[in-house]
């Protein structure tokens, strides 16, 4: 019964098993996707006039980012790049309600060189006062170990 796991895989069938984990990393990565948009729709539906705060690296191509609030209250973190209308399109997003907001932010990132993968992380404080349906950056330079944030929205 088993014995086809122990014979080699033929041409066609090589096909159909890569056509198939294609196919299931394509729906992985949209049902990521459709969860994003899903966390930043769910905190706007409740909370209308909510700000959104950025988390990224000015110089890094990628980066995480997990908020603890100590004042305020924020939404789970979503990635901006799949929520449409988003106005950085890196690292990561969360929407914040209007008022005092104080957070500790940590930032990861994994960088690819040719032989080994380095990771790294950077902490940085933010209080700032948000404005309902404004945007916001904490931007993180991590060259020089610098973060701060800035507003997004014109003035």
Known sequence: MWDFLNQPLSGPS???LLAVLIAI???AIKLGHKKARDISKQFLTEHPDAATLYFYADDLPSNDARPECIQGTISKVYDPRTVPGAKVQKGAACHVLPGIVELNVTIS????????RKHGSMQA???FEAAP???YA???NVAESKAHIISLDAK
Request: charged content about 10%; hydrophobic content about 50%.
């Open 109 to 116: 990132w994994t960088k690819s060189y040719y032989v080994a």
């Open 138 to 140: 904490a931007v993180f």
């Open 133 to 135: 349906g404004h945007s």
């Open 14 to 16: 090589s096909l159909i």
């Open 125 to 127: 404080h933010f209080r």
């Open 25 to 27: 990393i394509f729906v």
